[in-house]
Nanobody
Framework: EAQLVESGGGLVQPGGSLRLSCAAS????????MTWLRQAPGKGLESVSR????????WYADSVKGRFTVSRDNAKNTLYLQLRSLKTEDTAMYYC?????????????RGQGTQVTVSS
């Protein structure tokens, strides 16, 4: 059974940085693209970034382009999202999901999430 566990969230001031991690188990991580999504209070789930199985290709939402960087370590079965120049509007629960997915991803295909709060 696939399991995804996010970590690294927290409270940070505007302009700050965080690195999120997603530890994967129960499936062959290195053969799957992966997606980061987020859900802000009162809003729907949105895709933030995606990365191909080998890490050679990435995609970013316009709202985070140039500020967030996705990466992966297939030897460690871990996905990362580096968040820089954080804004208050980046406040959300961040999830990782298996596959190149969007907001329709089943709950069972994503982790429990890690909270990022950007506030002064």
């Amino acid at each position: 059974e696939a399991q995804l566990v996010e970590s690294g969230g927290g409270l940070v001031q505007p302009g700050g940085s965080l690195r999120l991690s997603c530890a994967a188990s129960g499936f062959t991580f290195s053969t799957y693209a992966m997606t980061w999504l987020r859900q802000a209070p009162g809003k729907g789930l949105e895709s933030v970034s995606r990365i191909t199985y080998g890490g050679g290709s990435t995609w970013y939402a316009d709202s985070v382009k140039g500020r967030f960087t996705v990466s992966r370590d297939n030897a460690k079965n871990t996905l990362y999202l580096q968040l820089r120049s954080l804004k208050t509007e980046d406040t959300a629960m961040y999830y990782c999901a298996k596959g190149w997915v969007d907001f329709r991803v089943p709950t069972a295909s994503r982790g429990q999430g890690t909270q990022v709060t950007v506030s002064s």
